[in-house]
């Protein structure tokens, strides 16, 4: 289906839809270590595995373990990132909010001066 023929309630929802797949994209890259650290997990649960073998593969782990906080601090910034650059009304409702939020801070507000 071509773009000229949508619907503005189409369009939206196409909109929609490409920055839930950019969320849902970012998530599993930043997560997918933590998929194969529990994949090795399993393994050495069900494998004895010989000492030298099994001191490299608990190594790797713990320090894999800092890529993954950071990977999963990373996720979680880039999700509002993503939808300020992707979501028309998301960043019309922040832009609202925050400037709700600056009145209210420096009272500026109409009707709430001193004559």
């Known amino acids: 289906m071509k773009r000229s023929y949508l619907t503005s309630s189409q369009l939206a929802d196409v909109s929609v839809t490409k920055m839930l797949l950019c969320t849902v994209l970012v998530f599993g890259i930043c997560y997918a270590l933590l998929l194969v650290d529990s994949i090795m997990a399993l393994i050495i649960a ?12 608990m190594t790797f782990r713990k320090q894999s373990w800092i890529l993954l906080e950071f990977l999963s601090v990373i996720n979680s910034g880039s999700n509002f ?19 709700q ?11 709430t001066g001193t004559a």
């Open 46 to 57: 069900f494998r004895e595995l010989e000492p030298e073998n099994y001191t490299k593969v």
């Open 81 to 99: 990132i993503i939808y300020c650059v992707m979501g028309k009304r998301f960043r019309a409702s922040l832009t609202q909010m925050l400037v």
């Open 101 to 111: 939020f600056w009145n209210l801070f420096t009272c500026t507000q109409t009707g």
